[in-house]
């Protein structure tokens, strides 16, 4: 029984798209959780104020989504 095993045979396609998932999971949900903090900090803990904390949220989000997102994979 043991020798049927052939290692490298199995088709683990469903096990790297659940890791390719979580990890984008974990990244876009990061950077909301982030950006909310920092909304929320500067709104209710500094005198900036609400327009002043969703600004820098929104910029935090744009510069975050421009840093994180998929690179094309290069050619070789």
């Known amino acids: 029984m043991a020798s049927e095993y052939h290692r490298g045979d199995m088709d683990i396609s469903e096990q790297v798209a659940t ?9 876009w949900g990061s950077l909301a959780i ?15 104020g609400f327009l002043a904390g969703f600004i820098s949220a929104v910029v935090m989000f744009g510069l975050g989504v421009v840093f994180l997102r998929e690179k094309p994979a290069a050619d070789h």
Not at 19 to 27: A, H, Q, R, V
């Open 19 to 27: 890791f390719n998932l979580f990890n984008g999971l974990t990244k």
């Open 34 to 48: 982030a950006s909310m903090l920092l909304l929320l900090v500067l709104w209710f803990c500094t005198p900036a």
